[in-house]
C-alpha cells in the first residue's frame, strides 16, 4: 500500500491533521469573520491572500457568502430569518444540519446583494475562489499524495472541522448554553473561557455584544487564541485591530451625572444591563420564593427569576408570559424591577432623543432609584454615578 512521501508515526499523523484544521479555523476567525464580516481588523493582502488560498482548499466557502450569511445573522438574531438561530429552529437542526443551513441561506441572492457587500470581487474571487469542488479535491489529492492512505483520513478530518465546530457548535451551542459576560439583547453564551479547537469562537457572548471588536476575550480568565494570532500579525506589521471590547472606567460618584457620565454608560451598556441583573438577583430570588408558597408552586422559581430579570419576554409561550404576568402583578418589588429594567434600556435605545434629553431620563432614573426603597436598586444607582470615559 502506498504510505506517500512522508512516514510518520500514528501521533505524526494526528498532529498534522490537528495542525492543518487549526489553520482552518483561524482562517476562518481572522479573515472571514474578524476582517471580512466585521471589519474589525486591517489585513495586508500577504495574511489576506494565504486565508484565501488555505480556505479554498480546505473549505470550498466563498468570502462574500459567508460573510454575507453571518452579517445576517446578527441583523436577524433569533428571529425566524435568522438563517442558524437553534432559537428558532431547534438545537437538534443547527447541531445536526448546520453546515446545509449555511449552504441553503448562502444560495439566497437577497442575501448576498444586501449584506455581501465590500468583500473580494476580484478576478481570482470570480474564477478560482468561487464555489466549486477544485480546491478540496487539491486538497485531497495533495493529502494522499503527502501521507499515502492515511491521508484519506486526513482529509476526512479537514472537510468535517468547519462544519461540526463552527456551523454546529459555536452556531448551536453558542446560541443554547454556556455563560454570559454582557445582556445582550440576543441569546448567545460563551461556551468557555478559553479554548484552541475553535480559534476564540466558544467566546461568542462576547462577539455578539461587540461584533466590532477584533479581541473576543472580555475576562481576565478568557483566552481568545485569534486574538493572540492578530497580535503577532500586527507585531509583523501585516495586521492592525480597528476595535477591542471597551472596559469600563470608574472615578468617584458624581452628586449628578453630567453628559460624560451619560455617554460611559451608553458606551458600557451591556455591563450596565449585566450589573443590573446582577445587582437586583438576591431581591428577585426572595421575592419569588415568597410568592411561590402564595401561588402553590405553579411557576419554576428558577425560570421566573431569569425572565424577570433578562427582559426575554418574547421568546417565551403564551402560558409563561401569562405566569410572568401574574406575579409582576403580584410583587410591587418585582413590578419595579421590571419597569426601572426597561425604562434604563431604553437610555441608550431612544436614538432620535438628544443628549440633554437622554440626561434629564438618566437622572429621574437615579432619583426614583434612590427613592425606591430597594436596597439593591439604591446602591446600582450610586454605580451608575461612577462611570467614567
Known sequence: MYSGLFELPWWGYVVVAL????????????????????????????????????????TGMVTGEWAAVHRKHHAKCETPEDPHSPQTRGIRKVLLEGAELYRIEADNK???????????????????YRRSVVGVSLMLFIDVVAFG???????????????????????????????????????????????????????????????????????????????????????????????????????????????????????????????????????????????????????????????????EERHLGEVQKAQLAEVIGDSKALATVVSMREELAAIWARSTATHEQLLKQLHDWIERAEQSGIQQLQDFSMRLRRYAI
Open 19 to 58: 495542525v492543518m484544521t487549526h489553520i482552518t479555523i483561524a482562517s476562518v476567525t481572522i479573515y472571514l469573520h474578524r476582517h471580512q464580516a466585521h471589519r474589525a481588523l486591517e489585513l495586508s493582502p500577504l495574511p489576506s491572500h494565504f486565508f484565501r488560498f488555505w480556505l479554498w482548499l480546505t
Open 110 to 128: 437577497e442575501t448576498l446583494a444586501r449584506y455581501g457587500h465590500g468583500t473580494p470581487n476580484d478576478w481570482l474571487e470570480r474564477n478560482v
Open 149 to 311: 492512505a492515511i491521508g484519506l483520513t486526513i482529509w476526512a478530518v479537514q472537510m468535517m472541522w468547519i462544519p461540526i465546530w463552527a456551523a454546529g457548535v459555536v452556531n448551536g451551542l453558542g446560541h443554547y448554553i454556556g455563560y454570559r459576560n454582557f445582556d445582550c439583547t440576543d441569546a448567545s453564551t460563551n461556551l468557555v473561557p478559553w479554548g484552541i479547537l475553535i480559534g476564540g469562537e466558544e467566546l461568542h457572548n462576547n462577539h455578539h455584544s461587540f461584533a466590532t471588536s477584533a479581541k473576543l476575550s472580555a475576562k481576565w480568565y478568557e483566552f481568545d487564541i485569534g486574538w493572540m494570532y492578530i497580535r503577532i500579525l500586527e507585531i509583523l506589521g501585516l495586521a492592525k485591530a480597528k476595535k477591542v471590547i471597551p472596559m469600563p472606567k470608574f472615578s468617584d460618584a458624581k452628586p449628578q451625572p453630567d453628559l460624560d457620565t451619560l455617554q460611559a454608560i451608553i458606551t458600557h451598556r451591556y455591563d450596565v444591563m449585566t450589573r443590573y441583573m446582577q445587582s437586583l438577583k438576591h431581591t428577585c430570588s426572595e421575592e419569588i420564593e415568597r410568592l411561590k408558597k402564595s401561588h402553590a408552586g405553579k411557576f419554576d422559581a428558577r425560570a421566573m427569576r431569569r425572565w424577570v430579570l433578562s427582559g
